[in-house]
């Protein structure tokens, strides 16, 4: 039986449609909880978490769970800067405080998690990320070939390999260079979740707030349940796999 993981990439301030009040229905009809990702980038630091606050926070049922997402960007260009992405990461962790929010999940966007943000991630309370996507190469961004496939703790030195840190990364399920996000075909997505339900205990499945995967995460939701899987926050996972 594989334990399910969703999590949902919410950055839908700027892109003129959200379908999160969809989501949560299918999410309440199959009583399955997600974990919701908010979005905060330098150079927008607070729209996203504005329009949770403003419309969305109080429809997401309490056994779901509110995370932190960063994009490591300013103005077009790519945030390196340790020290720079240090303090975005805890602009983050302190504007989700004023929504009442302490995040202990995580995702880089891009999959662009480096080994120098693992001990500020720590630092501020996140017990589990949700960035890696194994095989998967982004130019200028990210290169997951070789990564695990399934719950890993990394090394500080490489995020890629097994190691003693404490936070817990909890890979995307991905196969020939594609992500399981719920906003792709359902045939490509169902060649994923086949895979993994043959090979893996975890399954980490993403979503896009911005993007249209609502009818297939009622397909998801039905053939997961079918084969027996049963689904946890990405917080949950961590919980018990360090138990």
């Known amino acids: 039986m594989a334990t399910v993981v969703v999590s949902v990439d919410c950055a839908a301030a700027n892109q003129g449609q959200c379908y999160t009040p969809e989501l949560v229905r299918v999410a309440e009809e199959f009583h399955v909880p997600m974990t919701w990702l908010i979005t905060v980038s330098a150079s927008d630091p607070m729209s996203n978490i504005m329009l949770y606050h403003r419309e969305y926070l109080h429809r997401i049922p309490s056994w779901h769970e509110i995370g ?11 945030i390196t800067s340790e020290r720079e992405r240090a303090i975005l990461i805890q602009e983050g962790k302190d504007l989700l405080k004023q929504c009442h929010v302490k995040p202990t999940a ?3 966007a891009e999959h662009d998690l480096r080994s120098s943000d693992l001990r500020y991630l720590e630092d501020i309370g996140i017990m589990v990320d949700g960035t890696p996507a194994p095989g998967v190469v982004m130019e200028g961004t990210a290169d997951w070939t070789g990564a695990p496939a399934q719950p890993y703790h990394p090394a500080y030195d490489n995020v890629k390999a097994q190691g003693d840190a404490r936070l817990l990364l909890v890979p995307l399920a991905a196969h020939e260079g594609h992500v399981a996000y719920l906003d792709q075909d359902w045939g490509s997505l169902r060649k994923i979740l ?17 993007a ?5 995460w009622r397909e998801c939701a039905v053939y997961l349940r079918e084969h027996g899987c049963r689904f946890v926050t990405l917080s949950q996972l961590a919980s018990e796999w360090s138990s």
């Open 194 to 210: 086949d895979r993994y339900l043959r090979e893996s205990p975890v399954i980490s499945i993403g979503a896009r707030d911005w």
């Open 212 to 216: 249209n995967g609502v009818a297939n």
């Open 68 to 78: 932190l997402r960063v994009h490591f960007q300013s103005n077009g260009n790519r």
């Open 106 to 108: 995580f995702r880089a």
